[in-house]
Nanobody, 122 residues
Framework: GQLVESGGGSVQTGGSVRLSCAAHRFTAIFNCMAWFRQAPGKEREGVAYIYNGARGLTSAIYADSVKGRFTISRDNDKGTLYLQMNSLKPEDTAMYYC??????????????WGQGTQVTVS
């Protein structure tokens, strides 16, 4: 696969996890990269989005449910996307997917998906 997630696992409520996505050249090519998640019986939802901007600057947008707890970042030199997840709650339990696409990078604008990594909070 061209997007490969890692870092998921089981964690206690209040704990932290960092997800990584090996994206190779995608981080430099795609204007937008994002993390989505999908819990059993629920629709896939966007969690965090990061956009390449002018002069190497980036901007990020977060879902209200994770704002202040999650941080998305990208390292274009390493070709890696990250999601730092702090103060985890049981409702954060889901399969987390790395995605690359075009602005605004919502579900229908995603061109590539990773295979997903499970995060379980209990």
């Amino acid at each position: 696969g061209q997007l490969v997630e890692s870092g998921g696992g089981s964690v206690q409520t209040g704990g932290s996890v960092r997800l990584s996505c090996a994206a190779h050249r995608f981080t430099a090519i795609f204007n937008c990269m994002a993390w989505f998640r999908q819990a059993p019986g629920k629709e896939r939802e966007g969690v965090a989005y990061i956009y390449n901007g002018a002069r190497g600057l980036t901007s990020a947008i977060y879902a209200d449910s994770v704002k202040g707890r999650f941080t998305i970042s990208r390292d274009n030199d390493k070709g890696t996307l990250y999601l730092q997840m702090n103060s985890l709650k049981p409702e954060d339990t889901a399969m987390y997917y790395c995605a690359a696409g075009k602005r605004p990078c919502v579900l229908s604008y995603v061109d590539y998906w990773g295979q997903g990594t499970q995060v379980t909070v209990s």
